[in-house]
């Protein structure tokens, strides 16, 4: 179902104008450069990111000659499917196939987790090595270990540092800890965190930051160890959020199940269900990466990502201890009655919401149709009071309209990124003979090269007016927002051929 959900979107769908262009970007510097361990963006030291992730990139651009959509959707697919095969896997004895199946699919279906198998980045990657190192660890601490899973364990570590960066290590580095000090444990901490398993990360690491430094010297470095962990941690220049960010934000990552999962973790610490070492395990993880990273000063939601599939695993385990209870069904029953108002919304919102060039095609009220479906089925079981088959429900009504709402994108792809704009640009460099591109208050506008195969140069609104600044013929990218904010910029426009795609356009500038 997963599979066949999110399929269409690799196919159909465009690149990002944020996140996913940026990485292309830097990815095409990085090969046309030469570099391998450091990289810039535009010329800028790109020390935000390890290597891991970007190799992806450079070598699907080395293999096709072009940017994969598909190829790259492997190395988000793929890894979500190995976390949920892991968690199945690894609550299997405790779980009947149904309660398994809910939790499959409430993990699959939760906002944020969905959302990131299908945008390319490298959150769900590092997810998957995270979540290996936790289970490994508790194969070798529950006795259940191989031989393997000592080397294996720091390995599965310093990929997913290797990933992300230093939250790879702080989750499992914090969560065992204080599982082991809950436990009155600590002591055989050697054990996990011994010399073996430091010997395997410093070679790793060191090898790493030996090739950072030949190639960067003590600059790139520096920022990478101290402006990007220390910096991001105590004073972030970057994402920077108060204490309780979290506790807002996981209302809507694991929408539409957080009221549920709140509920029964709430409900579950108060009765004291823990009960064995695996449902203290996964308590431990979640709360630990919860304070953990309400501490940082950097924020943002992506970074609660590897605690997700330990919130919605407990909950469903401690859903079949507590047994189906009233405050449950209304906890299903609010987004399932909010999906029921799917359809009718499609046609009411056009009406009210100027939707700005979305094309709302017979495909996307029909995805309405399928949501609205679903949550009335799912509200017809809930008043059988068949909690389970009402998650199941729900969750394959999610994944059934993302699968219809997909063969929407080709008409709506204007809306999602910015190949159409610049294939329509290329076209009118090419009657033209060739032209300068420029980009004026359009956020990362830089990373337009990745579709025109030339660089462009940034513009203040002052430079707009400045003789000589633009070197004609021209073609000058800009976007909606700043149109209506700037009367310099309407003015400037005034007479010149405007093309608009979505919400961006470009601008022919002839002298």
Not at 47 to 69: E, R, T
Not at 83 to 103: C, F, H, P, Q
Request: glycine share 8%; aromatic share 16%; proline share 4%.
């Amino acid at each position: 179902m997963y599979f066949i959900a999110v399929l269409p979107l690799f196919i159909f769908r465009d690149f990002t104008p944020d996140n996913e262009l940026r990485y292309l970007s830097i990815a095409d510097e990085a090969l046309r450069n030469g570099n391998i361990f450091t990289f810039t963006n535009h010329g800028l030291i790109y020390a935000d990111k390890p290597p891991l992730y970007l190799w992806i990139v450079m070598l699907g651009k080395y293999l096709f000659g072009h940017h994969s959509m598909l190829f790259l959707s492997i190395f988000s697919f793929v890894p979500t499917l190995v976390v949920v095969y892991i968690m199945d896997k690894w609550v299997g004895n405790l779980l009947t196939e149904s309660e398994r199946l809910a939790g499959q699919l409430m993990l699959m279906t939760s906002g944020f987790f969905i959302g990131t198998a299908i945008i390319l980045r490298m959150d769900m990657l590092m997810c998957m090595f995270i979540v290996l190192a936790l289970y490994t660890f508790f194969r070798i601490y529950s006795g259940q270990g191989k031989p393997r899973d000592s080397i294996l364990f720091p390995i599965y570590v310093f990929m997913a540092i290797f990933t992300k960066g230093p939250i790879g290590l702080i989750v499992p580095l914090f969560s065992i800890l204080v599982f082991l000090l809950l436990k009155k444990e600590i002591k055989t901490i050697g054990r996990y965190w011994g010399w073996k398993t430091l010997t395997i990360l410093l070679a790793l690491c060191g090898a790493w930051f030996a090739g950072v430094y030949s190639e960067g010297g003590s600059s790139y470095l520096n920022n990478l160890l101290f402006n990007q962990t220390v910096n991001r941690a105590v004073n972030s220049f970057h994402h920077k959020a108060p204490f309780y960010y979290y506790f807002i934000a996981f209302v809507y990552s694991l929408a539409p199940w957080s009221l549920l999962i709140a509920g029964v973790l709430i409900s579950g610490i108060k009765r004291k269900l823990v009960s064995n070492d695996l449902e203290r395990f996964f308590l431990t993880i979640g709360l630990t990466t919860f304070v953990t990273l309400s501490l940082f000063s950097s924020k943002l939601a992506v970074y609660m990502l590897p605690a997700f599939p330990f919130f919605v695993y407990l909950s469903v385990i401690w859903l079949a201890k507590l047994g189906p209870q009233k405050w449950m069904f209304i906890l299903v029953g609010i987004p399932a009655c909010l999906l029921c108002l799917a359809f009718p919304a499609t046609l009411i919102f056009p009406h009210f919401v100027d939707l700005n060039g979305f094309h709302l095609s017979a495909i996307v009220i029909f995805s309405g149709v399928v949501l609205s479906a679903s949550g009335i089925l799912a509200l017809k079981y809930l008043r059988g009071s068949h909690l389970n088959r009402g998650i199941i429900t729900l969750s394959a009504g999610i994944l059934l309209a993302v699968f219809v709402a997909s063969f929407a994108l080709p008409k709506n792809n204007a809306m999602l990124g910015l190949k159409i704009l610049c294939d329509q640009a290329k076209t009118t460099a090419k009657e033209k003979g060739g032209v300068n591109y420029y980009y004026c208050e359009m956020t990362k506008g830089d990373n337009l090269d990745v579709y025109l195969g030339k660089p462009l140069e940034m513009l203040e609104i002052k430079d707009l007016y400045e003789p000589n600044k633009i070197q004609t013929p021209a073609i000058l990218f800009t976007w909606q927002k700043a149109i209506e904010r700037n009367d310099s910029i309407q003015v400037f426009l005034k007479g010149k051929k405007i093309h608009q795609t979505g919400s961006y356009y470009y601008v022919e500038i002839e002298h």
